[in-house]
T-cell receptor, first 111, second 114 residues
Framework: GENVEQHPSTLSVQEGDSAVIKCTYSDSASNYFPWYKQELGKRPQLIID?????GEKKDQRIAVTLNKTAKHFSLHITETQPEDSAVYFC??????????FGTGTRLLVSP | SAVISQKPSRDICQRGTSLTIQCQVDSQVTMMFWYRQQPGQSLTLIAT?????????ESGFVIDKFPISRPNLTFSTLTVSNMSPEDSSIYLC???????????FGPGTRLTVL
């Protein structure tokens, strides 16, 4: 089955810096890659997603890139703010709506 | 946007007992899912709740331990049976509103088993 690896496990940046979180997946049949943000005690919230027919997608300060050949995808957050501090999860799906999640990255943005 | 609710939001239970968690959506959805998130860990899919038929369980999860009901397109329940402290987790339902693989999560149920 699908396996998703996520790095780094923790990431500390200064406010205004950029943050990059990387994920790799094992099954080349995966075609949908969402990213979720989970604040402490809250539900995971979808922040951006990308499908395999697209190489990059942006939404304001957040972007996701996908390299199908290398089977990896990345989340880029620019101009980080303290409210970006949370745990971020990547996931992959081969369809049939079955999401396999990465292990999570704890992002800390210091003022 | 559509609202997903779960009951209870949290509970503390004794080992050997069972707890039923409810997930309610304010619009009809085809796909509903149940996940477990152990403390400090990622999310693991327990099963897909199928309306009108038996749930589809992932490897490592069985119906006797996690029976699921899906009586209609807006509601599902997950029961955690014969609980042990290892079952202490957050249990979340999710829905795919438009059958597009995009899943949205309920607020979760934090379960502590003593």
């Amino acid at each position: 089955g699908e396996n998703v690896e996520q790095h780094p496990s923790t990431l500390s940046v200064q406010e205004g810096d950029s943050a990059v979180i990387k994920c790799t997946y094992s099954d080349s049949a995966s075609n949908y890659f969402p990213w979720y943000k989970q604040e402490l005690g809250k539900r995971p919230q979808l922040i951006i997603d990308i499908r395999s027919n697209v190489g990059e997608k942006k939404d304001q300060r957040i972007a996701v890139t996908l390299n199908k050949t290398a089977k990896h995808f990345s989340l880029h957050i620019t101009e980080t703010q303290p409210e970006d501090s949370a745990v971020y999860f990547c996931a992959a799906s081969m369809g049939f709506q079955k999401l396999v999640f990465g292990t999570g990255t704890r992002l800390l943005v210091s003022p | 946007s559509a609202v997903i609710s779960q009951k209870p939001s949290r509970d503390i239970c004794q080992r050997g007992t069972s707890l039923t968690i409810q997930c309610q959506v304010d619009s009809q959805v085809t796909m509903m899912f149940w996940y477990r998130q152990q403390p400090g860990q990622s999310l693991t899919l327990i099963a897909t709740a199928n309306q009108g038929s038996e749930a589809t369980y992932e490897s490592g999860f069985v119906i006797d331990k996690f029976p699921i009901s899906r009586p209609n397109l807006t509601f599902s329940t997950l029961t955690v049976s014969n609980m042990s402290p290892e079952d202490s987790s957050i249990y979340l339902c999710s829905v795919d509103f438009r059958d597009t693989d995009t899943q949205y999560f309920g607020p979760g149920t934090r379960l502590t088993v003593l």
